[in-house]
C-alpha cells in the first residue's frame, strides 16, 4: 500500500475491492484475466455523479512499456483481445498509432480505461497522446483517426469544435489525448481532450453556440468550477482541461468535460476534498457514492498532510451536469503535485 495509504498495490487487488463496492463479479472477470496477465500500471479511480441515482464507477490503468514491445502495441492487442474486442484491435492500433505520431523513447504507452457500470459489460478504451508540431496538425489527426475507424460523424463534430477553440487568435488550445469507446465489434465513440490557455475562453466557448449545437444542459458548471477552485480564476492560464465524449449514435449526445489537475485544485487531498463538497453542494449532488469509492481505495482518509491526490471536473450533456472526481495513489502522485503545497489553495 502506498505510503500507508491503503490504495491497492496491484490493478487484481483495486478490481476486488471495486467489484465488492459495486456488486459486480462477472462483469469484471475478463478484466482480472487482462490484468494478470499484463501487469499493468494504477492510474485512476473516478467517479461520475448527477443529481439523481445514476453513477458511473471507472477504472483507468497503464499498459507499461516492454523492451520488446516499446510503444505497448503488442500488449494493447493482447489487452483488446481479453476484453472480447479482437475483431476492432488492429484498426484501433493503427488509429492510435497514427494520432501519435513519432513515438518518443520511454513514453508510457497507450492507456487502458476500463468502465465498470453496473449492467453494462466492461468496455475498452485506449487512449493515446496526440503528436504534431501545431495545433492544426494535431487536430487533423484526431480527426483522420476518427474516420479510420468507421466514427465519420465523430470527426465532423470534433472539427466543429476545434474550429471554434482555434478562432480565438489570442487563446493557444493543444489537443493532447484521444481515446475510443468500443465494443466487440466497432467503435461505439471517441474521446478528444484539450489545454485551453484562458479558462474565461474554455467556459464562454462551452456556454455559448457551441453548447446549443452540441445540446449540452448545465453548462453553468464549468463556471462554478474554475471559480471554486481559483478565486481569480479568470487570470489563471491553463487552469482547465477539456475534453469531448463524441458517440457514433446521435441519440447518444455529446459530452463535455472540464478538469482542474492535482497541481491546480488545492495544496493537499484533505483541501480538494472541501473543494469537492462545495461543487457538489452548489450542484445538489449525493455523495454516498464518492465517499463509497474513497473509503474502498482510501480507507484511511484524505489527509491535509499529503499533497493533492484528487483531480475535479464537471460534465454537460443532454442529461444535465455532473461532478467528476478522481482519485490518484498519493504515493505515484507525491513528486508530481509538490509544487502545489507552495501555492494554497
Known amino acids: 500500500m502506498g505510503e500507508g495509504s491503503g490504495f491497492p498495490e496491484t490493478a487484481g487487488a483495486l478490481l476486488e475491492r471495486l467489484g465488492s463496492l459495486y456488486g459486480l463479479v462477472d462483469e469484471l472477470e475478463p478484466a482480472r484475466r487482462v490484468a494478470q496477465r499484463l501487469r499493468p500500471v494504477l492510474l485512476e479511480t473516478s467517479v461520475s455523479l448527477r443529481p439523481g441515482t445514476q453513477t458511473d464507477l471507472r477504472l483507468t490503468l497503464g499498459i507499461p512499456p516492454r523492451p ?42 497507450r492507456s487502458l480505461a476500463l468502465r465498470a457500470r453496473s449492467g453494462e459489460p466492461v468496455q475498452p478504451r ?22 479510420s475507424v468507421g466514427l ?37 465513440g471517441a474521446k478528444t481532450y484539450l489545454s485551453c490557455e484562458w479558462p474565461d475562453v474554455a467556459v464562454g466557448f462551452m456556454r455559448g453556440r457551441l453548447a446549443e449545437e452540441l445540446g449540452l444542459k448545465g ?15 479568470r487570470r489563471e492560464r491553463w487552469l482547465l482541461e477539456v475534453s469531448f465524449e463524441l458517440p457514433a449514435d446521435p441519440a447518444r449526445g455529446v459530452r463535455a468535460k472540464a478538469y482542474v489537475s492535482t497541481r491546480r485544485l488545492a495544496s493537499s487531498e ?23 469509492l474513497v473509503e474502498a481505495v482510501r480507507p484511511d482518509g484524505l489527509t491535509p498532510e499529503r499533497p493533492c491526490s484528487l483531480r475535479a471536473g464537471v460534465s454537460a450533456s443532454s442529461l444535465g451536469p455532473s461532478l467528476e472526481v478522481y482519485l490518484f495513489d498519493p504515493a505515484r502522485f507525491a513528486s508530481t503535485a509538490a509544487p502545489a503545497a507552495t501555492r494554497g489553495s
Open 270 to 292: 484533505a483541501e480538494a476534498h472541501k473543494l469537492v463538497l462545495r461543487i457538489a453542494a452548489g450542484l445538489g449532488i449525493d455523495l454516498r457514492p464518492y465517499e463509497e
Open 152 to 188: 465519420e460523424r465523430a470527426a465532423a463534430v470534433q472539427e466543429r469544435i476545434a474550429a471554434e477553440f482555434r478562432g480565438n487568435p489570442f487563446n493557444a488550445v493543444i489537443p493532447y489525448g484521444l481515446g475510443f469507446d468500443l465494443r466487440p465489434d466497432r467503435a461505439l
Open 126 to 147: 485506449p487512449g493515446a497522446r496526440v503528436g504534431g508540431r501545431t495545433g492544426a496538425e494535431r487536430f487533423a489527426r484526431v480527426a483522420d483517426a476518427m474516420r
Open 68 to 109: 520488446d514491445d516499446p510503444q505497448g502495441r503488442s500488449a494493447l492487442l493482447a489487452a483488446l483481445s481479453g476484453l472480447g474486442a479482437g475483431r476492432v484491435s488492429a484498426p484501433v492500433d493503427a488509429a492510435l498509432a497514427h494520432v501519435a505520431g513519432a513515438p518518443r523513447e520511454g513514453e508510457l504507452a
Open 219 to 233: 453548462v453553468e458548471v464549468f463556471e462554478l468550477l474554475a471559480a471554486i477552485a481559483r478565486a481569480d480564476w
